[in-house]
C-alpha cells in the first residue's frame, strides 16, 4: 500500500472550513484515497473516499489533484464535535476486502 | 446501516485469564472482518484478517496463539486474549466489510484493561 503524508496537527475556528491535506506520492493507479476520522476512545468512522474525481457527500468533500498525488479533505462548516484525528489512507480496489494500513494522522482542534 | 458493535465496550481483568470480545455486523453480512489493536496516544495497528469460515491472517508480530480469531458466522467474529497479561492492555477494535465490498466500517472499540 502507498504511504501517506499529513500534518500532525491542525487548529480551525469553529464554524469556518477546515481543509485537511494529505500526500500520497506514491500512489499507484488503482488505489483509492480513503479519510476515517478517530473521536477520542471511539472507533474509526468513515467519512469519504475517491479514485480520480472529486467527491462530496454530507459530512465532507474530498479533492484530489490531477496527478493523484495529493488530496484535501474539507469540511464546510467545521463543529466543536469535528475535534477528532483525521487519517487519510490509500488502498486497492476491492477495497473493503484488503487491510488498512493507518499512519499517524492530523489532529484536528476545532476552536470556539 | 453498516452498524458495527463490540462487546464489552471495556474489561479488566487477572493477569492469566483469557478475555472474549465479540464483533457484529447488525444490518450486513460481512465476509471480512479486521482486528485492530490502539496503544494511548498511537494509531491503529492491525493484527489480523478474519475470514469468514477459514482461519485468520495474522500480522508479522502478532502471535496466533495468544490472540484467538474465531469467524463463525457473516456476521460474527470473535477475538480471545489468552493468559493476559498487563502488556496486553489496549484499546481492541474491530472493522468489518460487506460481502459486496467497499469501505470498512468500524466498531466502537473494547478497552481491555489487565491488572
Known amino acids: 500500500d502507498a504511504k501517506t503524508t499529513q500534518p500532525p496537527s491542525m487548529d480551525c475556528a469553529e464554524g469556518r472550513a477546515a481543509n485537511l491535506p494529505c500526500n500520497h506520492s506514491?500512489?499507484?493507479?488503482?488505489?483509492?484515497v480513503y479519510w476515517y476520522r478517530q473521536i477520542h476512545s471511539q472507533g474509526p468512522q468513515y467519512i469519504i473516499h475517491g479514485l480520480k474525481n472529486n467527491e462530496t457527500n454530507e459530512m465532507a468533500s474530498l479533492i484530489i489533484t490531477e496527478d493523484r498525488k495529493s488530496s484535501t479533505l474539507i469540511l464546510p462548516h467545521a463543529t466543536l464535535r469535528d475535534t477528532a484525528v483525521y487519517y487519510c489512507i490509500v488502498g486497492g480496489g476491492n477495497f473493503g476486502n484488503e487491510k488498512l494500513t493507518f499512519g499517524t494522522g492530523t489532529r484536528l482542534t476545532i476552536i470556539p | 446501516g453498516a452498524v458495527v458493535s463490540q462487546h464489552p465496550s471495556w474489561v479488566i481483568c487477572k493477569s492469566g485469564t483469557s478475555v472474549k470480545i465479540e464483533c457484529r455486523s447488525l444490518?450486513?453480512?460481512?465476509?471480512?472482518m479486521f482486528w485492530y489493536r490502539q496503544f494511548p496516544k498511537q494509531s491503529l495497528m492491525l493484527m489480523a484478517t478474519s475470514n469468514e469460515g477459514s482461519k485468520a491472517t495474522y500480522e508479522q508480530g502478532v502471535e496466533k496463539d495468544k490472540f484467538l480469531i474465531n469467524h463463525a458466522s457473516l456476521t460474527l467474529s470473535t477475538l480471545t486474549v489468552t493468559s493476559a497479561h498487563p502488556e496486553d492492555s489496549s484499546f481492541y477494535i474491530c472493522s468489518a466489510t460487506r460481502t459486496s465490498g467497499g469501505s470498512q466500517f468500524f466498531g466502537p472499540g473494547t478497552r481491555l484493561t489487565v491488572l
Open positions: 444490518d450486513f453480512q460481512a465476509t471480512t
Open positions: 506514491t500512489i499507484s493507479g488503482n488505489e483509492y
